[in-house]
């Protein structure tokens, strides 16, 4: 994209930390100088948390430019880890762009935008409906993709509540066993673009995704299948326990959390309440009890598993780009 408006193109990134913006200017001909800190007008670092007192505070960020308010110039919408997102609005002009100080939280309704499964925003723009309105489209950590229609008007952009575009990843997206003899599936943490990839004439998605997998043995025997998916059912139910403490957990910390902002929850302070939670439940009596019983059919597994010399369990990670077509 063309960030200053000189007619040569430039890349722009977000990033995971300490989640500062980031440009590289084109300078022709393919060629890029070299990484300059996008800041604002107080030469601050465009951050989720302006003032952190730790880097983590901003962890992960993906940015977006658009003419938000229809005056000409280009403002930055970043996702942020948490799942939402904040308007930096250009206070200069399209050539000599100075950005405000002040994040301005995208909402849906009265509430703050925030995709689903709650992680991983990193919106892209596009007019998904063809209305003349550009929109907000998100992938998310849950590994699906979300519209948020723009329901107002130009300068003055609105948003829906959020439409699935891409079905979210039905699993954990770690060590997901993969089966030969089952379909290839994207996994989690869908970074997106949105393009018209086969010329067609409509926007298409295009999906790249993470996962680790264990990968099943294409060969074997039809009591080697039997046992390997009787082992599979009872670790899955196994797995769903650990996940059901997971979620309580999750509860119990917004709701000691109520009241609080959660562009705060990510403070030093916080995070230490959140590690302290977290260590209470794994120590907890019936979460160990479950976390043996999932490792001992993780050990069950492991004739059926290709290995490939690695530790069992660890997981080969993949990372796939997919192409939705846009029916």
């Known amino acids: 994209m063309d960030f200053d408006g000189d007619e040569i193109l430039d890349l722009v990134s977000g990033s995971y930390d300490p989640g500062e913006l980031y440009l590289f200017r084109g300078t022709g001909l393919g060629h890029f100088a070299?990484?300059?800190?996008?800041?604002?007008?107080?030469?601050?670092?465009?951050?989720?948390?302006?003032?952190?007192?730790?880097?983590?505070e901003s962890f992960g960020s993906w940015m977006a430019m658009v003419d938000w308010d229809d005056d000409g110039d280009l403002d930055i919408v970043v996702g942020?880890?948490?799942?939402?997102?904040?308007?930096?609005?250009?206070?200069?002009s399209r050539t000599r762009p100075v950005y405000s100080d002040?994040?301005?939280?995208?909402?849906?309704?009265?509430?703050?935008?925030?995709?689903?499964?709650?992680?991983?925003?990193?919106?892209?723009?596009?007019?998904?409906?063809?209305?003349?309105?550009?929109?907000?489209?998100?992938?998310?950590?849950?590994?699906?993709?979300?519209?948020?229609?723009?329901?107002?008007?130009?300068g003055e952009p609105r948003f829906a509540a959020p439409a699935t575009l891409v079905d979210r990843h039905e699993g954990i997206g770690y060590e997901e066993l993969l089966d030969p003899k089952h379909p290839q599936r994207a996994g989690i943490r869908?970074?997106?673009?949105?393009?018209?990839?086969?010329?067609?004439?409509?926007?298409?998605?295009?999906?790249?995704?993470?996962?680790?997998?264990?990968?099943?043995?294409?060969?074997?025997?039809?009591?080697?299948?039997?046992?390997?998916?009787?082992?599979?059912?009872?670790r899955d139910k196994s797995a769903a326990v650990l996940r059901s403490n997971m979620d309580a957990l999750r509860e119990?910390?917004?709701?000691?959390?109520?009241?609080?902002?959660k562009s705060e929850w990510e403070s030093p302070e916080y995070q230490e309440k959140w590690q302290l939670m977290y260590r209470q439940m794994k120590e907890?009596?019936?979460?160990?009890?479950?976390?043996?019983?999932?490792?001992?059919?993780?050990?069950?597994l492991k004739p059926f598993v290709e290995t490939d010399g690695a530790r069992f369990g660890a997981g080969i990670p993949h990372g796939f780009v997919w192409f939705f077509r846009r029916k």
Do not use: C
Request: hydrophobic residues 35%; charged residues 30%; without cysteine.
């Open 284 to 300: 907890s009596a019936p979460y160990q009890k479950a976390m043996e019983e999932y490792d001992r059919l993780a050990e069950d």
């Open 34 to 56: 070299a990484r300059e800190v996008i800041v604002d007008k107080s030469s601050k670092p465009i951050l989720k948390v302006p003032n952190q007192k730790d880097r983590v």
């Open 190 to 234: 869908s970074q997106i673009a949105v393009t018209d990839y086969d010329g067609d004439g409509k926007l298409d998605v295009l999906l790249g995704d993470f996962r680790s997998n264990l990968h099943v043995k294409p060969n074997l025997t039809d009591d080697e299948r039997a046992e390997f998916e009787r082992v599979v059912e009872k």
């Open 80 to 92: 942020t880890w948490e799942g939402m997102m904040f308007l930096r609005r250009n206070e200069g």
């Open 102 to 154: 002040r994040n301005e939280w995208l909402t849906v309704g009265d509430k703050r935008l925030r995709v689903p499964g709650g992680e991983h925003a990193n919106p892209v723009i596009a007019d998904w409906d063809g209305d003349g309105l550009w929109d907000v489209i998100s992938g998310a950590g849950n590994g699906g993709v979300y519209w948020y229609r723009n329901v107002g008007k130009q």
């Open 252 to 261: 119990q910390f917004a709701k000691e959390m109520q009241g609080i902002p």
